[in-house]
């Protein structure tokens, strides 16, 4: 069985969960080591009992806690050569044992769970998404993504449940507190995904036959949780109106453990 659990989601530190049972992994761990522990427990899990933590990109919202994590519970970390290298100095000494290297589109395996990482389009060295193979289902997280290409599209494709960014309202964004050289950076093709290009993703694959989606790394400043919905809820209906009773939507918080999905 697959346990999947959102953790903490936005621009104050991202952590996901993801379990076969027998292997368990860290998705990014943005967050104290004590907020990660506090969380996994609200679900029944321990830090000790992680196989390893994965980590998409140097950006502090998603290591800030991977090096303590590590050091605390012998845990191995992976990511790939070029976030190694961004990550490193941030994040504190790892033993060596536990410096574990990937290469983005080939796949590996920690347990009974293949991995593959993907490329994403966003200002970091090399920022990917993951795709979890576990018992003939497919599971992805996808976030911090400037723009949806082909490429990316397909890898998304076909999943079970795929936990997608839906980072900000455009319209909140321009007339937000920002200024504009960062409004330029979250709106371009390196930044992040608002919520109407995330509704039309979702309705894409919604077609293509992935039913379970949760909306991401929401803004703080620049949406909220009931927009971010109600956005891509309009988009879907729009577009794939026929299977809108059929898709199971929600959106994940920045600082609220998730529901525990199982599948």
């Not at 530190?13 to 761990?29: M, P, Q, R, W, Y």
């Not at 000494?93 to 991995?115: A, Q």
């Not at 993703?201 to 036959?209: E, M, P, Q, S, T």
Request: negative net charge.
């Amino acid at each position: 069985m697959i346990k999947f659990c959102s953790l903490f989601s936005g621009s104050s530190g991202n952590s996901i969960f993801i379990s076969s049972g027998e292997t368990k992994l860290l998705v990014d761990a943005g967050l104290s080591a004590k907020k990660i522990k506090a969380a996994l427990g609200s679900i029944g899990e321990e830090p000790g009992n992680l196989s390893a933590v994965l980590i998409s990109h140097e950006h502090s919202d998603h290591t800030k806690g991977a090096g303590i994590m590590s050091r605390m519970f012998n845990l191995p970390v992976y990511a790939n050569e070029n976030t190694w290298k961004a990550m490193e100095t941030e994040i504190g000494p790892v033993d060596s044992e536990n410096r574990m290297y990937f290469e983005t589109s080939e796949g590996f395996d920690i347990g009974d769970i293949h991995v593959k990482a993907f490329h994403i389009p966003h200002d970091a060295s090399e920022p990917v998404g993951f795709n979890f193979f576990i018992e003939g289902k497919k599971v992805t997280t996808a976030t911090d993504i400037g723009h949806i290409n082909d490429e990316l599209l397909s890898c998304l494709e076909e999943s079970e449940l795929l936990l997608l960014e839906s980072n900000h309202d455009v319209e909140m964004l321009k007339v937000g507190p920002y200024p504009w050289n960062l409004k330029k950076r979250i709106m371009g093709d390196r930044g992040h995904l608002s919520n109407e290009t995330a509704g039309k993703v979702i309705a894409y694959l919604a077609a293509k036959g992935t039913r379970r989606f949760l909306l991401g790394h929401l803004s703080k400043e620049n949406n909220f949780p009931e927009l971010a919905y109600q956005t891509v809820k309009n988009v879907i209906n729009e577009e794939v109106l026929e299977l809108c009773d059929e898709i199971m939507l929600d959106v994940v918080r920045r600082d609220q453990v998730g529901k525990v999905i199982e599948l």
